[in-house]
């Protein structure tokens, strides 16, 4: 399956959660499948922190470059795009096409940087909103998300509870927890430490905080993984320097890599620091650490939830440690409280935070056999 | 236990309407039943990952959760109906998950095998384990830990002061009220708290 990258531009300004507003923004998108005639089999995809609107399929000069979500839909995929027309939308503030920090602020003439306003999830779904209705699209037969894509969808049911029939939440949380917050700050002061960061505005220096964004990467893929996981796949082993080989000796070195995850982090931190932009990290984070909808109930998240009337489902790993299985169960409870419909599976998966982009024949068996409810839901 | 005889006489416990929350659901097969001709809603219980499929299939509630951690997601009322078909067998904490069915629940149904019943009585006179077709494992392969009779569940259901609404035996989808104990396979309780 072929995508093509699309661009809707935005002249409304639209209100910030914060206050400010963002005006002359425009948002990057994919759409698979057909829209029906009634418009009722639409299909929106949040993204988590580092991924984009490329959601599914290849790009015709890029037959390499598959979508983040690809083995979950796509042609006779769980999300099946031969019934259903989806969706793939770049959030406000990233770095893969939609408005960001690198491009111009209408008001100054100047690239963004430092300046681009702070967005939250909220932020998001009012945006992704306002896409929909550009589209022609009233009413989303599901939003599905994992992670902080979750974090949208669930908020996406308070936000815009008429125009959601189904929610499809993965490895998400109702909330960051301090440790989770912590994690992200470590990630942030490293980038805004790194004296290539020039305070945000390092575009204009012609540089690049890539150390910050190495460590930032490092530190993000130690808890996407299961200590057993990272165990299995490096252990103790030595990087050698020859591929292949093994090496037994200690090089005694404090500095050069010794071990093979010393090596895994330091490539998936340079790629990494090639790609992503280090303001947009920032503001990513920090829609994660903002992301609560229960604060304005005294922390009673079935309160916050009672407007909610789509049907859930909810989908958590068992060594998930930063989006733990008990957070996932505080959502499923709190719709329990509102006498929701809601399903759960608790996937028993090796693989960590990572699990919900891996394949998985239980995971993937349970949404396609949502999906197919909801299909079969439209059809009657 | 996915005779539809017995299936009919159970939800012939619950009333209509009720919220019911069914506790080792399995395939969801009752909860559909109840949510078709009983007008019944709820959500079904299940650790099985074959089962939570199955269950999401069917378009019943489903949620992935291990019984022997108990029931503290659910507060107290919270249903109308609490059902344990054949799952009370299974449990570690099988007192423990009584005595949440009652809190959790209004009222709360419980069947699960028989030890008592005649076939079995006779084959442990023989000398050996039961190997019936309602209790189908051998005694070193089963997934029945808890081996109770009609009458130990009356004697644990007084121990934690339940209040027992009905109770019979089932056996070949038939009630049996007279001297359930030895001729039924299975045995059914309806209960509330004391």
């Known amino acids: 399956?072929?995508?093509?990258?699309?661009?809707?531009?935005?002249?409304?300004?639209?209100?910030?959660?914060?206050?400010?507003?963002?005006?002359?923004?425009?948002l990057a998108y994919e759409t698979y499948g057909t829209l029906n005639p009634d418009k009722s089999n639409a299909v929106l995809i949040c993204h988590a922190?580092?991924?984009?609107?490329?959601?599914?399929?290849?790009?015709?000069?890029?037959?390499?470059?598959?979508?983040w979500w690809d083995t979950m839909i796509g042609p006779g995929k769980p999300v099946d795009t031969d019934r259903f027309f989806v969706i793939g939308v770049n959030n406000l503030g990233s770095c893969f096409g939609s408005t960001g920090p690198m491009h111009l602020n209408p008001d100054t003439g100047k690239v963004y940087g430092a300046d681009f306003p702070v967005v939250t999830v909220e932020d998001w779904v009012d945006a992704q909103a306002r896409l929909l209705d550009g589209l022609g699209i009233r009413t989303l037969a599901a939003v599905m998300g994992g992670s902080l894509?979750?974090?949208?969808?669930?908020?996406?049911?308070?936000?815009?509870?008429?125009?959601?029939?189904h929610a499809v939440v993965v490895a998400s949380a109702p909330n960051l927890t301090a440790e989770n917050i912590a994690f992200n700050e470590v990630a942030r002061r490293a980038i805004v430490t790194d004296p290539d960061f020039h305070g945000g505005?390092?575009?204009?220096?012609?540089?690049?905080?890539?150390?910050?964004?190495?460590?930032?990467?490092?530190?993000?893929?130690?808890?996407?993984?299961?200590?057993?996981?990272?165990?299995?796949?490096?252990?103790?082993?030595?990087?050698?320097?020859?591929?292949?080989?093994?090496?037994?000796?200690?090089?005694?070195?404090t500095q050069d890599i010794e071990f093979?995850?010393?090596?895994?982090?330091?490539?998936?931190?340079?790629?990494?620091?090639?790609?992503?932009?280090?303001?947009?990290?920032?503001?990513?984070?920090?829609?994660?650490?903002?992301?609560?909808?229960?604060?304005?109930?005294?922390?009673?998240l079935a309160k916050a939830l009672a407007g909610a009337t789509a049907k859930f489902l909810l989908v958590s790993f068992t060594t998930d440690w930063r989006?733990?299985?008990?957070?996932?169960?505080?959502?499923?409870?709190?719709?329990?409280?509102?006498?929701?419909?809601?399903?759960?599976?608790?996937?028993?998966?090796?693989?960590?935070?990572?699990?919900?982009?891996?394949?998985?024949?239980?995971?993937?068996?349970?949404?396609?056999?949502?999906?197919?409810?909801?299909?079969?839901?439209?059809?009657? | 236990m996915s005779d539809r005889l017995t299936m009919q006489s159970i939800a012939r416990l619950v009333p209509p309407g009720s919220r019911v929350l069914d506790l080792g659901c399995g395939d969801g097969a009752m909860l559909d039943y109840l949510q078709r001709e009983r007008g019944c809603s709820g959500y079904g219980i299940e650790i099985a990952d074959d089962n939570v499929l199955a269950c999401v299939k069917r378009g019943v509630n489903v949620i992935q959760l291990n019984l022997d951690e108990g029931l503290?997601?659910?507060?107290?009322?919270?249903?109308?109906?609490?059902?344990?078909?054949?799952?009370?067998?299974?449990?570690?904490?099988?007192?423990?998950?009584?005595?949440?069915?009652?809190?959790?629940?209004?009222?709360?149904?419980?069947?699960?095998?028989?030890?008592?019943?005649?076939?079995?009585?006779?084959?442990?006179?023989?000398?050996?384990?039961?190997?019936?077709?309602?209790?189908?494992?051998?005694?070193?392969?089963?997934?029945?830990?808890?081996?109770?009779?009609?009458?130990?569940?009356?004697?644990?259901?007084?121990?934690?002061?339940?209040?027992?609404?009905?109770?019979?035996?089932?056996?070949?989808?038939?009630?049996?009220?007279?001297?359930?104990?030895?001729?039924?396979?299975?045995?059914?309780?309806?209960?509330?708290?004391?």
Do not use: C
């Open chain 1, 201 to 253: 505005h390092f575009y204009e220096h012609g540089v690049i905080p890539k150390r910050g964004l190495r460590i930032a990467r490092m530190i993000g893929h130690i808890t996407y993984l299961s200590d057993d996981v990272m165990n299995e796949k490096f252990g103790r082993e030595l990087r050698s320097a020859v591929a292949g080989a093994v090496r037994e000796a200690y090089q005694y070195t």
């Open chain 1, 149 to 165: 894509g979750g974090m949208q969808a669930l908020s996406w049911t308070l936000q815009y509870p008429e125009r959601v029939r």
């Open chain 1, 260 to 300: 093979q995850i010393e090596s895994y982090l330091r490539y998936q931190g340079d790629k990494f620091s090639e790609y992503f932009d280090a303001n947009t990290y920032l503001l990513i984070t920090r829609a994660l650490d903002y992301f609560d909808p229960a604060r304005h109930h005294n922390g009673n």
């Open chain 1, 49 to 67: 922190l580092n991924a984009s609107h490329h959601v599914a399929g290849v790009y015709a000069d890029q037959e390499n470059a598959q979508g």
């Open chain 1, 1 to 26: 399956m072929f995508a093509t990258p699309q661009s809707m531009s935005f002249a409304e300004p639209l209100a910030l959660q914060s206050g400010a507003s963002i005006r002359g923004y425009s």
């Open chain 2, 72 to 194: 503290s997601m659910f507060d107290d009322a919270s249903f109308d109906v609490v059902l344990q078909i054949d799952t009370l067998q299974h449990l570690r904490n099988a007192e423990i998950m009584l005595v949440e069915t009652a809190r959790v629940g209004r009222m709360g149904i419980v069947a699960f095998p028989n030890f008592a019943h005649w076939p079995n009585r006779l084959s442990v006179a023989r000398g050996r384990m039961p190997v019936t077709k309602r209790l189908p494992y051998q005694w070193y392969d089963t997934p029945n830990i808890r081996v109770g009779t009609y009458k130990d569940f009356e004697v644990l259901a007084t121990k934690n002061r339940l209040a027992i609404l009905d109770s019979y035996g089932l056996q070949e989808g038939r009630e049996v009220r007279f001297m359930p104990n030895a001729r039924a396979g299975t045995a059914v309780f309806k209960f509330e708290r004391g």
């Open chain 1, 323 to 380: 989006f733990a299985p008990r957070r996932s169960r505080e959502i499923v409870k709190a719709l329990l409280d509102n006498r929701r419909d809601v399903s759960y599976a608790e996937i028993d998966a090796p693989h960590g935070h990572d699990a919900f982009l891996l394949e998985d024949e239980r995971y993937l068996g349970v949404v396609r056999a949502y999906f197919d409810r909801i299909s079969n839901e439209a059809v009657q």
